[in-house]
């Protein structure tokens, strides 16, 4: 079974970091670009950071450039999604998912159907609060 588990979600104060983890199962992350989304209550899912199956590729939404960095780690299996400088509106579900061939993160990435991922992680919850 391909699965994507998502860790290191949890409570932090304005200005502090996390990294958050997305751990591959049952496949290979060698061929599988990497997309992070988040979802706040209320509102609608938005594309965070993009790393391309290679990592020479990344993209970043504007509202988390400078503040998020997104990394992989091919021989572990995992991606790794370091944020600075949170901010209350950081706060959300964070989602990984993997997008099969994607050698290239264009700005395109983050409107892509759900349904062109294969594989989707279950989230982790991320709160910034004082």
């Known amino acids: 079974q391909l699965q994507l588990v998502e860790s290191g979600g949890g409570l932090v104060q304005p200005g502090g970091s996390l990294r958050l983890s997305c751990t591959a199962s049952g496949f290979t992350l060698d061929y599988y670009g990497i997309v992070w989304f988040r979802q706040a209550p209320g509102k609608e899912r938005e594309g965070v950071s993009c790393i391309s199956s290679n990592g020479g590729s990344t993209n970043y939404a504007d509202s988390v450039k400078g503040r998020f960095t997104v990394s992989r780690d091919s021989a572990k299996k995992t991606a790794h999604l370091e944020m600075a400088g949170l901010r209350p509106d950081d706060t959300a579900v964070y989602y990984c998912?993997?997008?099969?061939?994607?050698?290239?993160?264009?700005?395109?990435?983050?409107?892509?159907?759900?349904?062109?991922?294969?594989?989707w992680g279950q989230g982790t919850q991320v709160t910034v609060s004082s």
């Open positions: 998912a993997a997008i099969q061939g994607y050698s290239f993160c264009s700005g395109y990435v983050f409107q892509r159907s759900p349904t062109e991922f294969s594989v």
